[in-house]
Structure formats: structure tokens, C-alpha cells
């Protein structure tokens, strides 16, 4: 299989890479998908241009685009997007910005180094309560 590096515009938002991987988003260049779940990817993002590479310290969830013409699905990530604005709290990550006019959608958040749980119980079976 032949690999490309042409970069293929598919909105004023983003563009893609080799067919999958997603470079820049809105202002926020893409540097690597961290994670997926049922409704979004997660990739780890820094603002377009930043020449530090601490500025690495971003997360942007983009919604699926299977799920861009579900209102239930785009209403959700709206409902997430506004409480995340909205509630802050040390055990809650803070929704920085949001594209939410249309698609693609994404949040803006503080990337939160570390491993997910299910990583941990992968690695040591279960954990002690006063560590979950």
C-alpha cells in the first residue's frame, strides 16, 4: 500500500493526511490521536504555529463525523461544550473552546497527562480504593 503525504482540505476546518491522520484543526495543529470513544476522538493539540513544544498542552474531542447530521449526537456534545464552560471544579476538566456552528464539531480542553483506568487495571489487575 502506497502511503501519501498530499494534504486533502475537507472543510475550511480540517485537513487530512494519508487518509487518516488529521493535522490542523481551526487554529489547533493536531499532533497525534490519543484515544477514541463511542460518540469522539481525542488528539493532542497545541495552537497552529506555536513553535514550543510545551505549548503541546491541549486536548481537542472531535465528534465523529458519522454522528455530524445526529442532533442527539451533536446536542450532546453542545450539553458537554456549555457545562464545561460553565462548572468549574478540581475533578472536572474545563471546556477552553468549542466549534459548535457546524461540523466538524470539536471541544478545546487542558490535556491531562496520565493513564486511563482501564490502562492501570490492564497493568495491575485491580487496585486499591484509596488509588481508584
Do not use: N
Not at 493526511?17 to 493536531?30: F, K, N, T
Amino acid at each position: 500500500m502506497q502511503t501519501t503525504t498530499e494534504t486533502v482540505p475537507l472543510s475550511p476546518f480540517v485537513s487530512v493526511v494519508a487518509g487518516e491522520s488529521v493535522r490542523r484543526l481551526g487554529s489547533w495543529e493536531l499532533l497525534g490521536r490519543q484515544g477514541e470513544g463511542p460518540l469522539a476522538r481525542l488528539y493532542l493539540a497545541r495552537p497552529a504555529g506555536a513553535a514550543d513544544a510545551r505549548a503541546a498542552a491541549y486536548a481537542v474531542k472531535v465528534l465523529l463525523e458519522r454522528f455530524e447530521d445526529d442532533p442527539r449526537a451533536v446536542a450532546l456534545f453542545q450539553r458537554e461544550a456549555e457545562l464545561g464552560r460553565a462548572i468549574v471544579h478540581p475533578h472536572l476538566i474545563s471546556v477552553l473552546a468549542a466549534h459548535l456552528a457546524g461540523p466538524p464539531y470539536y471541544l478545546v480542553m487542558p490535556w491531562l497527562p496520565g493513564r486511563t483506568v482501564r490502562r492501570m487495571l490492564d497493568e495491575r489487575g485491580a487496585i486499591d480504593v484509596p488509588l481508584a
